[in-house]
């Protein structure tokens, strides 16, 4: 597990090698309940344990960029909020998440190796 790391993660949806949006109300179901805090396109969500800064929080479906992500907590979130959008994880300097089989061939050649599906928050 990445605990306690400030580096970024980013959340990226693709459909046959190229960017593709989210389903909105998918992405902000899972965070609008945990916002704490807003600003000007970011937002920190916090749970019992932890928090996270998520940058793109203006358009979500386009891809979002987390860090400063602390917690157990935090983390099943993260693990929440890619599988129900259906995004890629990509954390800077580490391998491609994804949540299904299906998201495997739907990534870009070259998507950051190696490339594992995730079955739990655990994993991430």
């Known amino acids: 597990m990445l605990s306690g790391v400030s580096f970024d ?6 459909e ?12 902000l179901g899972v965070l609008e309940p945990l916002i704490e805090e807003r600003g000007d396109g970011w937002a920190r969500i916090g749970t019992a344990d932890g928090d996270a800064d998520v940058y ?4 979500p479906a386009s891809g979002l960029m ?8 935090i983390w099943n979130v993260l693990f929440e ?8 994880v990509m954390p800077v300097g580490c391998g491609t998440f994804v949540f299904s089989e299906d998201a495997l061939s ?4 070259g ?4 490339i594992r599906i995730l079955r739990s ?3 991430l």
């Open 106 to 109: 739907a990534l870009p050649d």
């Open 9 to 14: 993660i980013f959340f990226q949806r693709f």
């Open 56 to 59: 793109g929080i203006n358009d």
């Open 111 to 114: 998507a950051p190796e190696p």
């Open 81 to 88: 909020l890619g599988r129900t959008a259906g995004f890629a």
């Open 16 to 27: 046959g090698g190229e960017a593709a949006d989210a389903d909105e109300s998918a992405v």
């Open 121 to 123: 928050g655990d994993e």
């Open 66 to 73: 987390v860090n400063h992500a602390s917690s157990r907590e």
